[in-house]
């Protein structure tokens, strides 16, 4: 009878993992290049009571088995990396991306992390500005270097095609190529990458290593749009659904608790 208090007591946990990873998703509705979560389940380890075989004297035997499972275990928390909605903000220092690419920022000295999030911001620093994120991590460039801009151009009059080729226009009305590219990158599997928050994702070995597309290194490259930023592909109604589905799912467990409680309390009140 004790089997089944453990059995539903891990339904428990693993639906509150549930309802925590639905929360985060639906906290997250509004932010930028934000990717949806799914937690998965596995089951834990069975008994087995008898087990299906063949007699070979006469060729009959049991043709199931007879096994008791022992209850659930979150296994990983899957990135559903869909596009978001494409929301037009008319500040070209917006970028959002079509394709799986993503952006290349540096955190630290030989610290790169991946997002996203194309919400650019100008820092103006004793070499020039340049394009950083809200924490002024500068966004990197094709040669994995910040990209500064001359002194003589703004931000706003930056000119950004789909390839992320930089230029600007001069006081004649004509293009000026700046010589910078916004570096795009691809992973072999990008649900190996790890979160790190503020919309920054890090590489592990199970991501494999980033691919540039400058570079030929992925098959199919990404285009960036300008004045236009990636909105969470997170379904409001679709995770009020699971969320509902995840509640039953932890009452149903705790009833079952209070049941197997409940005959335990019948078969304890026999002896009497």
């Known amino acids: 009878m004790m089997r089944s208090l453990w059995t539903a007591a891990s339904g428990m946990m693993s639906q509150q993992q549930n309802v925590d990873t639905i929360a985060n998703n639906l906290a997250n509705v509004n932010t930028f290049g934000y990717k949806k979560e799914r937690m998965e389940f596995k089951t834990l380890l069975y008994e087995t009571m008898a087990r299906a075989d063949l007699d070979p004297a006469n060729q009959a035997g049991r043709p199931v088995n007879l096994q008791v499972g022992h209850g659930v275990r979150s296994i990983a928390t899957a990135r559903i990396f869909t596009d978001g909605n494409m929301e037009r903000t008319d500040n070209n220092q917006d970028f959002a991306i079509e394709g799986d690419g993503m952006f290349v920022v540096e955190r630290g000295p030989g610290e790169y992390l991946y997002t996203r999030d194309g919400s650019f911001k100008i820092s103006v620093t004793d070499q020039g500005s340049m394009f950083v994120t809200s924490e002024g991590y500068p966004f990197l460039g094709v040669d994995n270097s910040a990209m500064f801009l001359p002194a003589s151009v703004q931000g706003k009059d930056v000119m950004v095609n789909e390839e992320g080729n930089l230029s600007y226009m001069d006081s004649?009305?004509?293009?000026?190529?700046?010589?910078?590219?916004?570096?795009?990158?691809?992973?072999t599997n990008p649900q190996g990458l790890e979160a790190v928050g503020s919309n920054l994702l890090r590489i592990t070995s199970a991501s494999g290593p980033a691919l540039s597309e400058a570079d030929g290194e992925t098959n199919r490259a990404s285009r960036i749009r300008q004045s236009v930023l990636e909105m969470s592909n997170v379904q409001v109604a679709e995770e009020m659904v699971n969320l509902i589905v995840a509640q039953r799912a932890y009452d149903l467990n705790s009833r079952s608790i209070t049941t197997s409680d409940e005959m335990l309390q019948t078969a304890n009140g026999l002896k009497r």
């Open 172 to 187: 004649t009305g004509q293009y000026q190529d700046l010589g910078l590219r916004i570096k795009l990158v691809q992973f």
